[in-house]
């Protein structure tokens, strides 16, 4: 194994890296980052304080990462700690002041001046405290202490994996976004939830507060003119004339500034956005399902995106890099990412939102591996097995089942606002999967503004919005069609070793090989033409090619993992995207 540098890795400031603000859709003013140079030791669990410490570490970047400056693992028997020093700015002096954290993998305890201020479970989720009471005068100390079995444990930690083979990844242990602090008044906002309807041309907007007897002042922007509406209580509809559409190929953004108001005075605000868009499933003019953007049949032509990174494990190295893969995949033709089993940062499905690109967003997998048969064997077989056989699937325990219904919750919830996310999906290929039916439904309840695809891969149990196959190697044939859309999630993997650009070169993994630039990009070119564009008409409304980047020893991305390369003719692969669509 070896790391490979980014084109940014050696411009990452390491006194402060993603300085950037890490939640645009609910952003203050009066703030301040963490990020940067912590201490870290690594202890048995049965240290109850770390009095020292063994070096330095480079937060937020995990510490199995290159960008760490540690590099080195976490097993399931140490505890990571971390402590830094810090002095709150004079405009925060005296205010209330909140600490989040993006996320922490996986459970971690958090002390103010060696005083506990809270707890948390789960590695993909933010998660804030109130620690104003904790601080004192002058300097001041967080210390963090962190537990992340990865696979020893049952919890959900998606393709994280202590001994990295195939398409098993590096652990991500510890802190791995952005932590910061920021002020907010004795009431404040501690969640929005913003629905559009475009049918109604409304906004509906809901604020969640810690205090009570406030209401809301909404002043939204169109680019233009702004106009304002005063709510009697913390939720209300916004009446939006002249509406602006949002969509890939123009992603316009409301821009908001939320006022909070308790006893005719401003208590809080901040600032957010929003798109106005429609996503559904109806039938097009000759009968068939598919997905309608905005009441219009729309063809997706997708990624799986995995999010991982060759400087940074699961943590991009900065702002830039990640604005870099959504634009080169937009430039190339594709309208759609997979963000497959993980959870990004917030301000990556922001720039998805501002730059125009939808989003199928995974929750992230959990328990042990189901094993090659279920995973592989059954489904090529098309044997099928019942979700609610708990055991089968390593979800024996309630424990486990209700922590992942926990875990679902939190990231439905974070990122229920983001205009680009027009898909869930509970569950991929069986991993974990449990009551897939009756999860569906739990999140139709929860969101009826987008749509779901409750068993991508392997174990149809016939709910949701979508027929959803996979297929590698194998030639794609049309499934029976039912009510729901025919949404192909998974294809492809054509694999290439680029020299000097790969994770690992002896240990590198890939459906179907290619040696050349030219063979890879003819059999890519083939395998559209004669097998998915076909399709087409007879009712394929999704692709979900593998994928954005090579990931470790997995080769099959269309950029090296060092994203230096284009591994794919970048003309075919637009000419390509070009015929990719319904018959008019």
């Not at 990571?80 to 209330?96: D, I, S």
């Not at 002020?183 to 810690?210: M, N, Q, R």
């Amino acid at each position: 194994m070896g790391f490979l540098k980014t084109r940014w890795t050696d411009k990452v400031d390491k006194s402060c890296p993603l300085p950037e603000y890490p939640r645009p859709q609910l952003e203050r003013e009066n703030w301040m980052s963490l990020n940067g140079e912590y201490e870290y030791a690594v202890k048995p669990p049965s240290c109850e304080w770390a009095q020292e410490y063994d070096g330095n570490i480079t937060v937020p970047f995990a510490i199995e990462s290159m960008l760490s400056g540690v590099e080195k693992p976490l097993s399931s028997n140490q505890r990571l700690w971390y402590r830094k020093r810090f002095r709150l700015p004079e405009q925060m002096q005296g205010e209330r002041v909140v600490i989040n954290f993006g996320a922490v993998d996986w459970q971690c305890k958090v002390f103010i001046n060696s005083s506990l201020a809270g707890t948390h479970s789960g590695g993909y989720c933010s998660f804030s405290f109130d620690i104003t009471n904790l601080l004192q005068d002058g300097e001041n100390e967080l210390v963090v202490c962190v537990y992340d079995p990865t696979d020893k444990g049952w919890q959900q930690r998606g393709k994280q994996v202590l001994n990295t083979h195939g398409f098993w990844y590096t652990a991500t242990s510890g802190i791995w976004q952005s932590v910061w602090l920021e002020a907010v008044g004795e009431s404040y906002i501690t969640k929005l939830k913003l629905t559009p309807d475009i049918d109604t041309g409304s906004l509906k907007i809901k604020a969640f507060t810690d205090g009570e007897g406030c209401s809301l002042r909404v002043t939204a922007y169109d680019g233009e003119k702004d106009f304002s509406q005063t709510f009697e209580s913390t939720e209300g509809s916004l009446k939006i004339e002249n509406l602006k559409l949002w969509s890939p190929e123009n992603p316009f953004l409301y821009t908001l500034k939320i006022e909070l108001i308790k006893d005719k005075a401003v208590v809080d605000k901040v600032k957010s956005y929003a798109g106005m868009r429609k996503f559904s499933i109806d039938k097009d003019k000759y009968g068939v399902p598919r997905f309608f953007l905005n009441n219009e049949p729309y063809f997706q032509k997708g990624l799986l995106d995995q999010g991982y990174w060759s400087d940074g494990g699961m943590t991009p190295p900065c702002d830039e890099a990640m604005i870099y893969d959504i634009q080169t995949m937009k430039r190339l033709g594709f309208n759609m990412l997979r963000k497959h089993i993980k959870v990004e940062l917030d301000r990556w499905y922001y720039h998805c939102d501002r730059l125009g690109m939808l989003v199928w967003q995974d929750m992230v997998s959990g328990g042990e591996y189901i094993g090659t048969l279920v995973a592989g064997v059954l489904p090529l077989l098309h044997i099928k097995v019942n979700d609610g056989n708990y055991k089968t699937f390593k979800r024996g325990e309630k424990k486990w089942r209700d922590d992942y219904k926990r875990e679902l919750n939190d990231m439905l919830n974070q990122l229920y606002n983001h205009t680009s996310i027009c898909c869930w999906v509970p569950f991929n290929e069986g991993w974990g999967q449990f009551d897939s039916v009756k999860i569906a439904e739990s999140i139709k309840n929860f969101d009826k503004t987008r749509l779901v695809d409750h068993a991508s891969g392997w174990y149809d149990h016939g709910a949701g919005d979508f027929n959803s196959m996979h297929k590698y190697v194998l030639p794609v044939r049309m499934p029976k069609t039912d009510s729901r859309i025919f949404a192909l999630t998974e294809f492809g993997g054509y694999s290439r070793i680029v020299s000097d650009h790969t994770w690992d070169e002896r240990k590198s993994f890939g459906y179907m090989m290619y040696k050349h630039k030219d063979t890879l990009t003819a059999a890519y070119k083939k395998l559209f033409e004669k097998q998915i564009i076909p399709l087409i008409d007879k009712g394929l409304s999704v692709t979900v090619y593998t994928q954005v980047s090579d990931v470790e020893n997995e080769v099959n991305g269309i950029l090296t993992y060092d994203r230096e390369h284009i591994k794919i003719d970048e003309e075919v692969l637009i000419d390509i995207n070009k015929k990719l669509d319904f018959v008019k």
